[in-house]
């Protein structure tokens, strides 16, 4: 029946006018009289302080939180997280000596999309609140606020680097995610398991962050080649132990720097004696060289009192 | 032994337009005795297991990916064609590490440059992939190698460098308005070119790319030691060589070369000539200079090229176009997924018996098969193959004989069916009166019936 609405628009139209006209004048007729308004005027008598929050809502802290994976357990004791990226920050902070409070959380919780992200103390005005910190700016943050920061410098610094963000992050990704035994084993109790208990559910959460693995690991070629990606991050390993050589620390400095920290990042998960590896081989390839595992033993017990 | 080197084919009269295809050119050319090895320019990933070149083909073996062939060729000469012995643990240290970081920071500065600029893809790059390509690979190829790259640089936020999409990118992001870095401004839109107005982060990556190399090379003859090629140097100079080299409209990258980095572009421009030798043509490459025959160009070999080219195979219009499918199937998203986990699996069993043919040819052959039988028929009912009798010893021949049976015997399938549809259709008019659409059917059945006469005369 199209034609109809039509009319009836129009005759809304028609009757909006003396309907304003109508609503002005109800509204004189319920103003409130002086006198009474100015009684009215002296309430409230007593305001009440505002409520808290609900108790499981973040607190406000004077000191900064780093949001990362972990569990709650965990979170409250300090200990390791089981995400390499989070557990580089996590541990530069030690180093640098930022004093932090650990928030187990997840990707969502993130600003950006991913953990870990750094939130700053609470100012008394809620409207001075910093935002938070991602965390390729968690560097920046720590120098403002009185970390005691190194950085070593030069041309080989970028290039090992590259050997952690590149090769070794490779053969994590598959080795976490898409070697089949130990996605099950150790990748979906850490992330998938804490997140819902629908089986229908995990399974499209396990699918998604497979996909999301292999998808990074085709940006660079055009199949995931396993023996590649094991041998390439076996030569990145005995780069890293040639370089680490006989020192204490990476590129002979007196103390630990954030290269310190992004090793040990990976080293501290292969060799954590927690997760159980269905699939080995990287770590095997990474307990051949007695200086980095020395290297992590080094950093556990400084920053995480073992 | 006769070692073939598959690469994508050659441009900016270098040898080959891709990094890795030039790093395994030079590798071979340092590691393996002349006459060993011979270089194709078949620019064909689908032969490759890995689906991506550089391939070394040994018999039946194919080894996709640059540093599997040199482990391979390593294995087969038994440790003898290796650059990398006798380098000091140091040394050997830097390699690996300076590899890594010249394939994760140049990669994405060549992908710039080459691709995601859209003047230089479009007047440049894109146009190359037609001379190295047979006809309908160029539609595929050039675009999906661009869509890599795209997605490869897309964290730098520097994708206004592609001025082909649309100004407004609806994107929807969780990520906050006050933590998001504004893509598009108005002085972008008033910029000349939109490098200009991304060139101050231009310049930031390619001195993090540049500045590292060249202290690394200092005053040394080669990058990893004074003395030694390394592997390193053919990664280096694939790299560098495809940054300076090529004349593009947008030439930021070679501009901050030349400007800044004179020691890397002398050695650049040094090795280039020492290891690939003069300018490269397509014609020097394919062997197809005008009006000389292939043994002729096999004469030329020795004279005139310092790299072993030999010509690629002539695939013919079958192969062209089972490449092209494969290709096509590749792109398709859950076929494509399908065919890289069986490339996957076979690469994780490891077996020497020819890895890719067989099983590869089966999952394609039968839709292939039918749509290029199909395909080569018509072009013989056509006339547009030539039946010749004298193409003597090339494998063409004797490929499109027994599709011209195949065709032959289609074509009088076809007669048979052409006839039963008349029938039906004359039993059909005859029981139910005339159809509803008249005229079209008896266009049909006259365009059939001229089909029919071309085959028959």
């Keep these: 029946m199209p034609p109809e609405p039509a009319p009836h628009e129009a005759a809304e139209d028609l009757s909006h006018a003396p309907k304003q006209k109508e609503a002005s004048f109800i509204k004189d007729l319920f103003s409130v009289p002086l006198p009474v308004k100015k009684l009215f005027d002296l309430v409230p008598l007593v305001t009440y302080s505002p409520n808290q929050l609900p108790q499981r809502s973040p607190k406000s802290s004077r000191i900064p939180s780093l949001y990362i994976f972990s569990t709650d357990h ?13 557990l580089k920050w996590q541990t530069f902070l030690n180093i640098a000596g930022v004093h932090y409070r650990l928030v187990s959380s997840n990707n969502h919780a993130s600003p950006t999309g991913a953990l870990p992200f750094l939130l700053p103390p609470a100012q008394s005005n809620p409207a001075q609140d910093a935002l938070p910190v991602p965390s390729n700016k968690i560097l920046k943050y720590a120098t403002d606020h009185g970390g005691q920061i190194r950085e070593p410098s030069g041309m080989r610094y970028e290039a090992y680097q590259s050997l952690l963000d590149h090769r070794i992050r490779n053969a994590w990704l598959y080795t976490l995610y898409l070697s089949p035994g130990n996605f099950s084993s150790i990748a979906a109790p850490l992330y998938i398991h804490p997140a819902s208990s629908n089986p229908l559910v995990r399974l499209s959460l396990s699918h998604s962050l497979r996909s999301a693995a292999a998808a990074e690991l085709l940006k660079q070629s055009a199949v995931i080649d396993a023996n590649d990606l094991h041998s390439e991050a076996d030569k990145a390993f005995e780069a890293l132990s040639s370089l680490l050589g006989a020192d204490e620390w990476f590129f002979g400095e007196e103390a630990p720097t954030l290269f310190d920290a992004s090793v040990f990042a990976y080293t501290q998960l292969l060799l954590d004696e927690r997760l159980q590896w269905a699939d080995a081989k990287l770590s095997t390839a990474l307990r051949r060289r007695a200086n980095l595992v020395a290297h992590r033993e080094r950093v556990l017990g400084r920053y995480y009192g073992r | 032994m006769a070692l073939e080197l598959h690469v994508w084919g050659p441009g900016f009269s270098l040898p080959s337009i891709d990094p890795h295809c030039l790093a395994a050119i030079a590798y071979l050319q ?26 070394l083909r040994n018999g039946d073996v194919w080894i996709g990916g640059f540093r599997n062939i040199f482990h391979y060729i390593a294995q087969i000469s038994s440790g003898e064609w290796v650059l990398d012995a006798g380098l000091a643990e140091q040394e050997g240290a830097d390699c690996i590490a300076f590899s890594s ?14 691709y995601v600029s859209s003047e230089n893809f479009t007047t440049i790059t894109r146009p190359l992939y037609n001379t190295i390509q047979p006809f309908p690979m160029p539609y595929l190829t050039p675009n999906s190698i661009r869509a890599a790259a795209k997605l490869r640089t897309d964290h730098l936020g520097l994708s206004g460098l592609d001025i082909d999409i649309d100004g407004t990118r609806t994107q929807h992001s969780i990520i906050p308005e006050s933590l998001r870095t504004s893509r598009t401004t108005v002085s972008s839109l008033l910029a000349a070119s939109p490098e200009a107005h ?28 004074d003395k030694q090629f390394s592997s390193l140097d053919c990664l280096v100079l694939g790299y560098l060589s495809l940054m300076l080299v090529p004349d593009l409209p947008q030439r930021w990258l070679s501009k901050i070369m030349r400007a800044n980095f004179s020691g890397l572009c002398a050695w650049t421009e040094e090795l280039r000539i020492e290891v690939f030798g003069p300018a490269v043509t397509v014609e ?22 310092s790299l072993p080219w030999a010509a690629p195979q002539d695939r013919g219009v079958i192969g062209v176009g089972q490449t ?26 490891k077996t020497e018996e020819e890895p890719s043919s067989t099983l590869q040819a089966a999952t394609i052959a039968g839709g292939i098969f039918a749509s290029a039988a199909l395909l080569v028929g018509y072009m013989f009912q056509q006339g547009i193959i030539p039946l010749g009798g004298e193409e003597p010893e090339r494998q063409r ?8 049976e195949a065709g032959a015997a289609l074509s009088i399938y076809a007669n048979q069916m052409d006839a039963e549809v008349q029938r039906q259709r004359i039993l059909e008019v005859e029981s139910h009166g005339p159809p509803h659409s008249q005229p079209a059917v008896e266009v049909e059945i006259g365009s059939n019936g001229t089909v029919v006469k071309e085959t028959t005369g």
């Design chain 2, 397 to 404: 021949g004797s490929g499109l004989d027994a599709f011209g």
């Design chain 2, 284 to 305: 020097d490459a394919l062997l197809k200079s005008p009006g000389a025959s292939a043994s002729a160009a096999e004469q030329q070999i020795g004279k005139n090229f």
């Design chain 2, 101 to 114: 970081f010249v394939e994760s920071h140049g990669q994405p500065l060549l992908d710039l440059s080459l």
């Design chain 2, 198 to 225: 991304a060139q101050i982060r231009l310049d930031a990556l390619a001195r993090n790319f540049l500045e590292p190399l060249r202290d690394l090379l200092g005053e040394k003859k080669y990058f990893v030691s």
């Design chain 1, 74 to 86: 965990d979170a409250a004791a300090g200990r390791p997280s089981f995400n390499p990226s989070c």
């Design chain 2, 30 to 55: 340092r590691a393996v005795p002349e006459g060993e090895w011979k270089l194709v320019a078949s620019s064909n990933p689908t032969l490759s297991p890995t689906n991506e070149l550089p391939a």
């Design chain 2, 324 to 349: 092209y499918l494969a290709t096509l199937a590749n792109s398709i998203p859950v076929l494509g997924e399908y065919r890289r986990n069986i490339r996957e699996e076979q690469l994780s069993q």
